[in-house]
């Protein structure tokens, strides 16, 4: 073989090693996301304030990704089987857990649930914040809360209060009026909050905490009596409206809030993703108004944010629910 040939092929080798050198070895890309629908699951019925957040959203995304955001609802055991659900699905951010505070009151209190809310899920980011107005019949004849409190004490075996379910936000808010207003109270759990908003109306049960959309319209139009709000905000939605503080008991607090969860193992870069886009759609001024038309602020954050926000909630939430005898066991 000539010399030449052969320097050449060498030099050949050479050039093309040094290539695969410079490129170095092949990185693979992260799938894009959406990758295909995404599913929102939301742990309750239709009507109420979570599911009103999520298909508002829900729509917002749909048109921004110009790709299907299907909202499906799956309730029952007080949020449990909705979240069963979502820690059995593939962490890749196609199916996200719509939640409302009953989530924090559910991890707090109940010990029996077969996954680990603090360490099987993790945070996308808030969504809402929102007032619960408490709820009394027109035929129970008490228009303040130092009256409620007052027939509550003296009705000869106290009296039953609704909510959504066992470990709902509305459990916790209207066990801690009983316990405040020191008479004893009976829980009656129903499958969703319009439900228990029915039963309070016609008079089936005594109270009941409600969000806005359950509550204000029955309220116009005269079908319930709205007696107070868990929190300053719901004047902004009934002016004039007191705090439950403000009316009687004093030190008694509290909004409901709204968030997003995803399967732990979930990428961080969906999971920033996904709440980006979530914030986005929340700062529409016509999500925002749709939001106050049914008695709630549009809230965002980042994962991280919402992560430090559940454990403190969560931390609280036990420590109330020792304090007043709250059990879900």
């Known amino acids: 073989m000539p010399a030449c040939l052969t320097r050449a092929s060498a030099l050949a080798a050479v050039l093309s090693l040094s290539a695969l050198l410079v490129a ?3 990185v693979a890309q992260p799938a894009p996301y959406p990758n295909g629908p995404v599913r929102f699951i939301v742990p309750a ?63 707090a209190l109940d010990h029996k649930l077969t996954f680990d809310p603090m360490k099987d899920l993790v945070g996308i980011g808030l969504m809402a914040r929102a007032p619960s107005f408490l709820v009394v019949s027109p035929s129970l004849n008490v228009k303040t809360v130092p009256e409620l409190v007052a027939a509550s004490r003296a009705a000869p075996n106290g009296v039953i209060y609704g909510s959504a379910g066992v470990g709902s936000t509305g459990h916790l808010h209207a066990a801690l009026f009983a316990s405040m207003g020191g008479f004893p109270g009976t829980h009656a759990a129903y499958r969703g909050t319009p439900e228990a908003v029915t039963d309070a109306m016609l008079g089936r049960v005594q109270y009941v905490f409600s969000p806005g959309p359950n509550a204000l319209p029955l309220a116009k139009d005269g079908r319930v009596v709205i007696l107070a709000s868990s929190s300053a905000a719901g004047a902004k939605f009934l002016p004039g409206v007191p705090t439950v503080s403000q009316a009687g008991l004093p030190g008694y607090e509290g909004d409901d809030w709204f968030g997003a969860l995803v399967p732990n193992g979930t990428p961080m870069a969906v999971r920033e993703k996904l709440s980006r886009d979530i914030a986005a759609a929340l700062a529409k001024p016509e999500v925002r108004d749709r939001l106050n038309e049914v008695g709630a602020d549009a809230v965002s954050s980042t994962p991280s944010e919402f992560d430090a926000m559940l454990l403190a909630y969560v931390a609280k939430t036990r420590k109330l629910g020792d304090e007043i005898g709250i059990s879900l066991n």
């Open 24 to 26: 170095g070895p092949t």
């Open 45 to 107: 019925t239709p009507g109420g304030t979570t599911d009103v957040v999520a298909r508002l959203v829900a729509k917002h995304l749909a048109d921004a990704w110009a790709s299907p955001v299907i909202v499906e609802n799956r309730a029952g055991g007080g949020g449990v089987v909705g979240a069963s659900y979502v820690v059995g699905t593939k962490p890749d951010g196609q199916t996200v857990l719509i939640v409302p505070s009953a989530f924090g009151v559910r991890a």
